[in-house]
């Protein structure tokens, strides 16, 4: 589907949900695509970007961003203490903190540069055991450990199970923001995003939807 589609599919759920228009942000998903679909969305004008893994950001964007100014790159995918300083040299969002140490990893890198991007927590909502986020119940806690520590939360992301109906996750993390004074939510995939809009999503996050699918293994990189 082209940019131009999704963006429209975007506006009707703003619409349809009595939303203003641009209410939502469009992060694509570039995770192990072709590198020219990459470069035919921002030659089509999206500028907001994610990406799961470090090493692979770190493997393409530093190039475009020198072709393509006003990139704005999230992370999305799990982020390791160790990879925290190569994170911040990279990403302008991050919407995958789930932990206290890496609160506190970030808190300290944050200290020594004076400056720390966005960030989302994000929630277990369906408590997998092999998936990252806080437990909801736990949530709250976390929020404000992660507010003592200073560090500049802007909303809470979710990635549902995969065989459920997604509707109620939103609907969970929703809550959670609210009663915790969070306004940014970042929910709603490929298959989803219209739901999450409906259900108040400020962020989705749109990958094959507009890329088509992913490269198996590892995806593409500079030669
Ligand atoms: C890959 C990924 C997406 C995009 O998924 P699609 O189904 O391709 O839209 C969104 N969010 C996260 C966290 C992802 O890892």
Redesign the pocket.
């Known amino acids: 589907m082209s940019l131009a589609e999704i963006r429209n599919r975007i506006a009707q759920a703003e619409r349809r949900a009595g939303r203003p228009e641009g209410s939502v942000t469009l992060?694509a998903?570039s995770?192990m695509q072709p590198l020219e679909r990459v470069i035919e969305t921002l030659e089509a004008g999206q500028r907001v970007f994610?990406e799961?893994r470090v090493q692979e950001a770190a493997g393409k964007w530093p190039a475009l961003r020198e072709r393509f100014a006003g990139v704005e790159l999230h992370l999305?995918?799990p982020l390791q203490t160790n990879k925290v300083r190569q994170a911040l040299e990279l990403f302008d969002v991050i919407?995958?903190l789930d932990r206290p140490k890496l609160a506190r990893k970030l808190a300290d890198e944050a200290q020594a540069r004076g400056a720390c991007p966005p960030l989302y927590v994000q929630v277990n909502t369906g408590e997998e055991p092999q998936k990252a986020g806080v437990a909801p119940a736990e949530a709250d806690a976390f929020i404000a450990e992660c507010r003592a520590m200073d560090l500049p939360l802007v909303g809470l992301?979710c990635?549902p199970p995969v065989n459920e109906e997604p509707a109620p996750h939103f609907a969970l993390l929703r809550k959670i923001a609210e009663r915790n004074g969070l306004s940014g939510l970042s929910m709603g995939?490929?298959?989803d995003?219209e739901s999450a809009i409906s259900l108040g999503a400020t962020t989705v996050?749109?990958?094959?939807?507009?890329?088509g699918p992913?490269e198996a293994g590892g995806g593409s990189r500079p030669a």
């Open positions: 992060v998903v995770k994610g799961n999305i995918g919407q995958t992301m990635i995939m490929s298959d995003f996050r749109v990958g094959s939807a507009l890329f992913r």
